[in-house]
């Protein structure tokens, strides 16, 4: 994936949490986790579309503060790899 193409990933990703934040496991979740972990907290995309994804999932700010706030950790779960 090309820098440019995160941009476009990041709003995919945020639509099929708009649409089903149930979809696959919460993979439009779990799919802008991981590109924020990539580009980086202080990335101003990565700014912008954790501000939306709190909008689309009201739940997911507590989470998504503990998050930002430890190191990414790619754990394993008896169904996936996930983020968290």
Same mark, same amino acid.
């Given at each position: 994936?090309?820098?440019? %193409?995160?941009?476009? &990933?990041?709003?995919?990703?945020?639509? %099929?949490?708009?649409?089903?934040?149930?979809?696959?496991?919460? &993979?439009?979740?779990?799919?802008?986790?991981?590109?924020? !972990?990539?580009?980086?907290?202080?990335?101003?995309?990565?700014?912008?579309?954790?501000?939306?994804? %709190?909008? &689309?999932?009201?739940?997911?700010? &507590?989470?998504?503060?503990?998050?930002? !706030?430890?190191?990414?950790?790619?754990?394993? !779960?008896? %169904?996936?790899? !996930?983020?968290?």
């Amino acid at each position: 994936m090309t820098q440019d %193409n995160f941009e476009e &990933a990041m709003k995919q990703l945020l639509e %099929n949490v708009r649409r089903d934040n149930t979809f696959r496991h919460q &993979a439009g979740r779990d799919g802008l986790f991981a590109i924020f !972990s990539l580009l980086g907290k202080d990335d101003e995309r990565v700014q912008r579309y954790r501000t939306l994804l %709190n909008q &689309a999932m009201p739940w997911i700010g &507590a989470v998504n503060q503990l998050i930002f !706030s430890r190191t990414f950790v790619c754990a394993p !779960s008896p %169904n996936k790899t !996930s983020i968290y």
